[in-house]
Nanobody, 113 residues
Framework: VQLQASGGGSVQPGGSLRLSCAAS????????MGWYRQAPGKLREFVAR???????NYADSVKGRFTISSGNARKTVYLQMNNLKPEDTAVYYC????????WGQGTQVTVSS
């Protein structure tokens, strides 16, 4: 597995979760890492990305609630998700851009009362 994601789960609206994703040492020259999500019956959508420079981008729907950060020589990425809403329910996928694009296996986030 080249990207290992973890941290998904079930929370009530307003709750928080932190997703983590670690890139395999076999992935070189990573220029950015990020997160996408896919809700049932919907297309996969962009959530957030962090570049090796530290620059971050967010989807409008998560700005002010989600924070992306990196660690461990830029081969680990985190997504702190606060004030979660039911519409955040989805499978979250980690991605890394290096020589090519890499995708993780996905982790389920469910927000429900």
């Amino acid at each position: 597995v080249q990207l290992q994601a973890s941290g998904g789960g079930s929370v009530q609206p307003g709750g928080s979760l932190r997703l983590s994703c670690a890139a395999s040492p076999t992935i070189f020259s990573i220029t950015s890492m990020g997160w996408y999500r896919q809700a049932p019956g919907k297309l996969r959508e962009f959530v957030a990305r962090i570049y090796s420079s530290g620059t971050t981008n967010y989807a409008d729907s998560v700005k002010g609630r989600f924070t992306i950060s990196s660690g461990n020589a830029r081969k680990t990425v985190y997504l702190q998700m606060n004030n979660l809403k039911p519409e955040d329910t989805a499978v979250y996928y980690c991605t890394a851009t290096g020589i090519t694009n890499y995708w993780g296996q996905g982790t389920q986030v469910t927000v429900s009362s």
